[in-house]
């Protein structure tokens, strides 16, 4: 099984703050890697499929880069709707994801 | 708009059996892959099944092989999941999910229903 680590795990930030989320798996799976966002009660948003690229109606702000085994999402100016869990995962072997990074307010 | 609705949930003893539904609207559900994942209390997600594109392939994690059962009606456009023998661990919210683009439903998710939970307690 691919393992998925996400650092850190909670993330304080103030509005308007560049911020790194990074994702580490324990063997390589290519660019065969998503982004998602969790807020309680709602179910996950797809923001970044293929390690880089935006799904449909996701700001600019949100980014992903990476391959092989390091991965990171950046959001260049956080927003206060951005506050929430971001989860990665793979799907090169199977399906696994990480166990997500909290990004609250600082 | 795609929208998929999950319904079946709720409280079941450890031992016993749901089945999930999972209706989609604004797209035909067996032209692409499906899965369901689940989020366990206070834990992350958890992929769980997975049905490829018209049904052809299913597709279970090791903590639920032999237990559930994935299937699709396309008549009603709905996904299912059959789950026998659950334990107080399968206790989580089921979500169905569209896959973006893998025809095996084993890829990244783009559409995502609400959510049923499952409690499997005595």
């Known amino acids: 099984e691919v393992v998925m680590t996400q650092s850190p795990v909670t993330l304080s930030v103030s509005p308007g703050e560049r911020t790194i989320l990074s994702c580490r798996a324990s063997?390589?799976?290519?660019?065969?890697l998503a982004w998602y966002q969790k807020k309680p009660g709602q179910a996950p948003r797809l923001l970044i499929h293929?390690?880089?690229s935006r799904a449909t109606g996701i700001p600019a702000r949100f980014s992903g880069s990476g391959s092989g085994t390091e991965f990171t999402l950046t959001i260049s100016s956080l927003q206060s709707e951005d506050f929430a869990i971001y989860y990665c995962?793979?799907?090169?072997?199977?399906?696994?994801f990480g166990g997500g990074t909290k990004v609250e307010i600082k | 708009e795609l929208q998929l609705l999950e319904s079946g949930g709720g409280l079941v003893q450890p031992g016993g059996s749901l089945r999930l539904s999972c209706t989609a609207s604004?797209?035909?559900?067996?032209?692409?892959?499906m899965s369901w994942v689940r989020q366990t209390p206070g834990e992350g997600l958890e992929w769980v099944s997975g049905?490829?594109?018209?049904?052809?392939?299913?597709y279970y994690a090791d903590s639920v092989q032999g237990r559930f059962t994935i299937s699709g009606d396309k008549s009603k456009n709905t996904l299912f999941l059959q789950m026998n023998s659950l334990r107080a661990e399968d206790t989580a919210i089921y979500y169905c999910?569209?896959?973006?683009?893998?025809?095996?439903?084993?890829?990244?998710?783009?559409?995502w229903g609400q959510g049923t939970m499952v409690t499997v307690s005595s």
């Open positions: 999910a569209k896959d973006a683009g893998y025809t095996s439903g084993l890829g990244s998710f783009d559409v």
């Open positions: 604004g797209f035909t559900l067996t032209t692409y892959g």
């Open positions: 049905l490829s594109v018209r049904g052809e392939y299913t």
């Open positions: 063997q390589s799976v290519n660019t065969n």
């Open positions: 293929g390690a880089s």
């Open positions: 995962q793979q799907y090169n072997s199977w399906l696994t």
